[in-house]
């Protein structure tokens, strides 16, 4: 089905739903840019300022979307042109195309003989799972315009995900709401972590405070752990932001509630090797700051729902608790301190979180795509001895 001519480099193209900042989906189209340095960006809405110099580095184009009047600040209120925008591309003769979904991106219409393999951070949650959730909280306009156009929306999306290849779901969490919404199965392959950016502190610095560290969403829960620890009565740091949102939060917290807002990433490395042990509350598609933690040594305390289940082992890397509220995560708290999860080897931890190194991702997607397209990047050392 997918011929190639001997002796000619594959082009590449990589599409993401847009470029205005660095986060998790950035992460991962970081790693794809080292993957494949001759590859083509195409994003939606794309601010160069606010974008690494690894994206910078390869062409990117916009498309229709960009050129309509504050993209870089209003391309979600242009959502219901994406569709249009993604089949107006020409992407013919680009041997392999990559899309990087979380909005709209795997829509795009190659050629014939290309391979297309979608990587998703999530099928877009304004329209599926949390739909009622995002209506309620919009504003005015938004929450009266969304029924209108959310149901075509929701049909496109399911008839865009049939011109794809291959999927890569970045968790099992989204493998199954690929297949709960889209009807397709998709291999799991973690996004990349940097490892190699986090250590163990020594064991004399580890303090007796917890951490709570992210964007302050509230769908990642912080004030469920500002609660809980309330109750507990335990020191409690809390990083992250926005300010506005932390100066909420802030207002009503407890003496035993630090909150450190923004801080440098030095700072953030700094107290994730020294904290008893991360809190994560909330439930996510994924979720890269418990890697973190155990990169650093240091044990976490994580909602058993969502990505975590991919990532923390419990008992092993930390605990799991189900009953998502203040008790909930209080007893958690407990429990971990009864069965001595404090103390967990942080050597061993750092070879757990090495399975989701950028060596394992690299891995995990070449195993999907056709030989002749494989890159020639290797880098095995994420891979656990043998137990």
């Not at 001519?5 to 993401?16: F, Q, Y």
């Not at 993604?86 to 979380?102: P, R």
């Not at 995002?134 to 005015?140: E, F, H, S």
């Not at 650093?296 to 923390?312: E, H, K, N, Q």
Request: proline share 7%.
């Amino acid at each position: 089905m997918f011929d190639f001519p001997k002796n000619r480099t594959p082009r590449v193209a990589l599409i993401h739903y847009w470029l205005v900042g660095m986060r998790g989906g950035e992460k991962v189209l970081e790693a794809l840019c080292r993957m494949f340095p001759q590859a083509d960006i195409y994003t939606h809405a794309y601010d160069p300022d606010a974008i690494s110099d690894t994206i910078n580095a390869h062409n990117v184009f916009v498309t229709s979307i960009g050129k309509l009047p504050m993209a870089k600040k209003m391309y979600q209120s242009y959502l219901p042109l994406m569709p249009r925008a993604l089949e107006a591309l020409d992407l013919t003769g680009y041997d392999l195309v990559i899309s990087s979904e979380a909005g709209p991106a795997k829509g795009v219409i190659v050629s014939p003989d290309a391979y297309h393999l979608c990587y998703c951070h999530s099928p877009m949650r304004y329209l599926w799972d949390q739909y009622h959730i995002y209506r309620k909280n919009a504003g005015l306009l938004s929450r009266t315009m969304m029924p209108f156009f959310a149901h075509g929306l929701r049909q496109w999306d399911v008839t865009s995900a049939a011109r794809v290849d291959g999927f890569a779901a970045n968790s099992n969490h989204v493998a199954n709401r690929i297949e709960k919404y889209w009807r397709r199965e998709a291999d799991v392959v973690h996004p990349p972590v940097d490892i190699d950016a986090f250590a163990p502190a020594p064991a004399e610095e580890i303090g007796e405070y917890y951490l709570w560290a992210g964007e302050l969403a509230p769908y990642k829960r912080p004030d469920l752990a500002i609660e809980a620890f309330r109750r507990l009565n335990k020191p409690l740091l809390v990083i992250g932001g926005p300010d506005k949102q932390r100066a909420k939060l802030e207002k009503t917290a407890p003496d035993n509630v630090k909150f450190l807002g923004k801080v440098p990433f030095e700072t953030l490395k700094h107290h994730m090797a020294r904290c008893k042990a991360l809190v994560f509350p909330g439930e996510e598609d994924f979720g890269i700051i418990p890697v973190e933690a155990m990169a650093s040594g240091r044990p976490v305390i994580a909602y058993g729902r969502g990505g975590a289940l991919d990532t923390v082992v419990d008992g092993r890397t930390g605990l799991l608790f189900r009953d998502q509220s203040v008790g909930g995560l209080a007893n958690a708290v407990l429990e971990f301190e009864r069965r001595g999860l404090d103390d967990l080897d942080p050597e061993a931890l750092v070879i757990h979180a090495r399975r989701f190194s950028e060596g394992a991702f690299v891995d995990g997607l070449n195993r999907m795509l056709p030989e002749h397209l494989r890159t020639g990047i290797t880098n095995l050392a994420w891979r656990q001895p043998a137990e």
